[in-house]
């Protein structure tokens, strides 16, 4: 394709629009509130392949399933009648008022049903599958009536869209489609959590802390940050690349080490300190230290600093605890 999508508001005409593109087996830029996906009909293996060809995806890296509701689990995934895993697995996709953590940013890697083609989890006898929350990508789930394979609607190995705009600059002539829902309301990809170990394993941070998880299950461990062939793609060292050099500096450092120059300063955590003043630019999403407001900045700045051609991004750490587990994961593979 060589035409740009256009991008179209989100509303009732435009739901069902995307919704027919995507039962001929197009791609469709959706908003959910991780990151924008990249979504084709998950059980229909030519229009994966597109997903695959437009991010230049390699084939090793699987995708996750998402689901109009928690009943639909048993079109991608076995489901043992009994036993540990299911008790998990029912804590988990139970409804909010019950406890439970769906439709949210929370992705499960379960044993998978046959009918989940090959390609959808890379050749794995698992599949990843969530039910996302956002209003808009669960209507055109509602609308079509079957499983979207959605990645994050960027070029591989490229930091993920939070805005319509992101995915038009990056993937705006390969995909039919872009509907807009506005900026993410979370801002980072999801928490992947592999249930079939007898320890359940985060493989990959996001919004649904391991605190959170640790509550609802008990024992919960983390599975190594970087692997050579990944169980998470996200695992990958080398990702989130934001085309400008990015730096950690430890939480509590009391200066950067050398001249800061032309360098922009972000602050995970609360304000900015004294030290902050010799940067060209600092942002401090979260001065009242509530770090869903750095998450939602986080790619945003880091596409800006990039755009800008700034000559470093400093980035000042906060703790590991919470959602801090995940901004450090992605600033890190950022860092790389
Ligand atoms: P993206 O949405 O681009 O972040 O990509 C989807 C993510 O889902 C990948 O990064 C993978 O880590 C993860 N994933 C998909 N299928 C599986 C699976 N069967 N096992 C483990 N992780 C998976
Ligand atoms: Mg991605």
Known sequence: MTARAAILPAGPDTVARAARVLAAGGLVALPTETVYGLAARALDPTAVARI?????????DPLIVHLADSADLPRVAQLPPDGDLRRRIDLLTAPHDSGGLWPGPLTLVLPRHPEVPDIVTAGLDTVAVRVPAHPVFRAVLAALGEPLAAPSANPFGFVSPTTAAHVADQLGDRVDLILDGGPCAVGLESTILDLRAPVPRVLRHGAVTLEQLRALLGEVTTGPAVLDR?????????????????????????????????AWLLVLDGPAPAWATDYARVIAPAQDGDLTRTAVALYGVLREAGAAGVARLDVLACSEEGLGAALLDRVRRAAM
């Open 230 to 262: 990944p169980e998470a793609p996200g695992q990958l060292a080398r990702h989130y690349a934001p085309g400008v050099p990015v730096a950690l500096l430890p939480q509590h450092v009391g200066a950067p080490g050398g001249p800061v120059g032309a």
């Open 52 to 60: 695959f060809a437009a991010k230049e995806r390699p084939a090793f």
